[in-house]
């Protein structure tokens, strides 16, 4: 049998603090009531201290990752970073992981690609498996969305929060592992769902802070309209193609952006809620990192050849979705 990209380690970090609807409702007009029922979310983690990035949670997860897996850091041969918080403009956030974890000299960059970012940076890093290139490539997700989120603006503030989660990939000759993926992007939705200023076209400038340019701009209900449609679409696309049922799939691990997206898509794959992945009330929308942090808080009770369907959706817009085997 030909050898396939499999999963065979994950970890996941979330910084201390809490963030609860309790709180929001002294920050902004809003209400518990309001943003569980919308959206799903009761906390969200927040990275609090000076200087702290988004690398800082990666590298937790990371340095999670190689002590569950028994993996020396010299053994890695390739770290890929999905995030759309980066530290730095340049260099990578991928860089840094790999210094802060002892990680040296192999090659890492970062993926951006908003919240289908992880789906991205684990189909490219699945290719280096297959291809037989490398024996260990970690892929990360990780997003320090509180960073870039507007805490005066009560349509975006509650949905996001801060987290980190890596897996690492090897080859699997028993049939397990990743069977097939889908990635998409359609640039019409680039005004939807935006972070304007900060880079080339629009560089710092008194102007760009005082119109809020710096912050998470969303226009929600396009951009709900458009994950109901495409996470669902992608979702039933790569289980027709892969010939399976909603009785073949053991777990749906979506993007946790709206938990009323979340169950349209499980609807739409012929699942019950019972077999979706679902931690938004715990983490908010961690950006890149809300599909590892599933996978980590749902190990337990995955078992070896669960058929699992990774899907999601975000900024760009882009889209995606993965078919793998559980291989642990
Ligand atoms: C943001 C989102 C939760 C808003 O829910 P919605 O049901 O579409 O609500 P609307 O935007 O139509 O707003 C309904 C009302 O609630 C208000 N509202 C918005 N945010 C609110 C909040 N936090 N608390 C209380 N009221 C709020 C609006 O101002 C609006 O009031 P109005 O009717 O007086 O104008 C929803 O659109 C969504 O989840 N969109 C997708 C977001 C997403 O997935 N983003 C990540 C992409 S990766």
């Not at 690492?168 to 000759?173: F, Q, R």
């Amino acid at each position: 049998m030909n050898s396939k990209a499999a999963i065979t380690g994950v970890y996941g970090y979330v910084p201390d603090y809490i963030l609860t609807n309790a709180e929001l409702e002294k920050m902004v007009d809003t209400s518990d009531e309001w943003i569980t029922s919308r959206t799903g979310i009761k906390e969200r983690h927040i990275l609090k201290g000076e200087g702290l990035g988004t690398s800082h949670m990666a590298a937790k997860a990371v340095e999670g990752l190689l002590t569950k897996t028994g993996t020396a850091p010299e053994e890695v041969e390739l770290l890929i970073c999905a995030t759309t918080t980066p530290d730095y403009v340049f260099p990578s956030t991928a860089n840094l992981i790999c210094d802060m974890t002892g990680i040296r000299a192999v090659g890492s960059f970062d993926i951006q690609a908003a919240c289908s970012g992880f789906l991205y940076a684990l189909t490219i890093g699945s290719q280096f498996i297959e291809t037989g290139k490398y024996k260990k490539v970690v892929v990360v997700g990780a997003d320090k969305m509180s960073a870039i989120v507007d805490y005066t603006d009560r349509t975006t503030c509650v949905l996001f929060g801060d987290g980190a989660g890596a897996v690492l990939l090897e080859a699997n000759t028993e049939g397990n592992g990743i069977y097939d993926s889908i990635i998409r992007s359609d640039g019409a939705g680039q005004n939807h769902l935006v972070q304007k200023a900060g880079g080339s076209r629009y560089p710092p400038t008194h102007e760009t802070i005082d119109k809020r340019w710096h912050y998470v701009y969303q226009d929600g209900p396009s951009v709900f309209k458009f994950a109901v449609k495409n996470m669902a679409d992608v979702s039933a696309e790569i289980m027709e193609r892969n010939h399976l049922t909603g009785s073949d799939v053991a777990w749906l691990v979506p993007h946790q952006a709206n938990k009323r997206i979340i169950e349209a898509t499980a609807n739409r794959m012929g699942l019950g809620m019972d077999r979706v992945m679902l931690n938004i009330h715990k983490y908010g929308n961690t950006t890149a990192a809300t599909i590892p942090l599933c996978l980590f808080d749902y190990e337990p009770v995955l078992k070896k050849g669960d058929n699992l369907i990774l899907a999601a959706f975000g900024g760009g817009f882009t889209w995606g979705a993965v078919y793998l085997k559980w291989a642990i």
